[in-house]
């Protein structure tokens, strides 16, 4: 432990939303409901939308200010082209979902953890808020959750801006059955 106090949030670090970007977290295969929650969103607030990908095989080099990143593979034997088709099929399924929305958007390919790829490229655009999806439904998916944390939480634990979560499944509570 260094001593020094981390920054907290407060009012005066609030970012105001208009005219301030969101950034959207994007996992391949996502539904398009959290992309489409997000650009409405930043519709209404005037704001352009980063969506963002963070490929955990790959760790950050260097990041830019614009916040764009040069990145590795964590492995060093691993294909050093796979990860331009992914950003590939990413850029194309934004462009897709986002063609008539009437939003201002841009992709990034982010490396490493997801809540500080996310972030910094948050402090990067100056970004006023987070849209995130829940986890995908599925025991792989609450298995990878419960090893690796929510990207949601981690995100709310560890900078100051807003997170919006977007479901992607609900439970039904009439049906639920308490044990």
Not at 105 to 126: E, F, I, Q
Request: hydrophobic share 40%.
């Amino acid at each position: 432990m260094t001593g020094q106090s981390v920054p907290q949030p407060s009012t005066d670090r609030i970012v105001d939303p208009r005219n301030h970007p969101l950034v959207v977290g994007l996992v391949p295969g996502q539904p398009e409901l959290v992309l489409r929650t997000a650009a409405r969103w930043s519709r209404t607030l005037g704001a352009a939308l980063y969506c963002a990908y963070a490929d955990p095989s790959r760790f950050t080099v260097e990041e830019f200010d614009d916040g764009t990143v040069r990145h590795a593979p964590v492995d060093p034997d691993s294909v050093e082209d796979s990860w331009k088709a992914r950003e590939r099929d990413i850029e194309d399924f934004v462009a897709t979902v986002l063609r008539d929305e009437g939003v201002e958007w841009h992709t990034r390919y982010l490396a490493g953890r997801p809540d500080r790829a996310l972030t910094h490229l948050a402090r990067a655009v100056d970004a006023s808020a987070f849209v995130v999806g829940t986890r995908a439904p599925g025991v792989g998916a609450r298995v990878r959750e419960l090893v690796e944390g929510s990207v949601a939480v981690h995100l709310s634990h560890h900078q100051h801006r807003p997170v919006l979560v977007v479901p992607l499944e609900v439970v039904d509570w009439k049906v639920t059955v308490w044990r």
